[in-house]
């Protein structure tokens, strides 16, 4: 399980993980009150990526790359539902 050190490989490797199969890819944020740290993971059962940090700045890059990555799956669900009922 590669954990990432730079946020910007992070996000570059898991647009690039969720862009190869985005039906199989899973994320999951987790936070820890008592270490402070926020904690997200990419995973399609074959990859596992992971980010760590305690820094406040991260959180707003997370929370960005987080919505982007559900605009895409929302946009991937409502392009086959509009295929599927043509």
């Given at each position: 399980?590669p954990?990432?050190?730079?946020?910007?490989e992070?996000?570059?490797?898991?647009?690039?993980?969720y862009l190869?199969?985005?039906?199989?890819?899973r994320?999951v944020?987790?936070?820890?009150?008592?270490?402070?740290?926020?904690?997200?993971?990419v995973t399609?059962?074959?990859?596992c990526?992971v980010?760590r940090?305690?820094?406040?700045?991260?959180v707003?890059k997370i929370e960005k790359f987080h919505s982007?990555?559900?605009r895409l799956?929302?946009?991937?669900?409502?392009?086959?539902?509009?295929?599927?009922t043509e």
């Amino acid at each position: 399980m590669p954990q990432f050190q730079t946020w910007e490989e992070f996000s570059r490797a898991a647009e690039k993980l969720y862009l190869a199969d985005p039906m199989k890819v899973r994320v999951v944020l987790k936070y820890r009150h008592v270490d402070g740290n926020l904690c997200i993971k990419v995973t399609d059962d074959l990859v596992c990526l992971v980010y760590r940090t305690d820094q406040a700045q991260d959180v707003k890059k997370i929370e960005k790359f987080h919505s982007q990555l559900m605009r895409l799956m929302v946009a991937k669900e409502s392009r086959s539902v509009t295929m599927e009922t043509e």
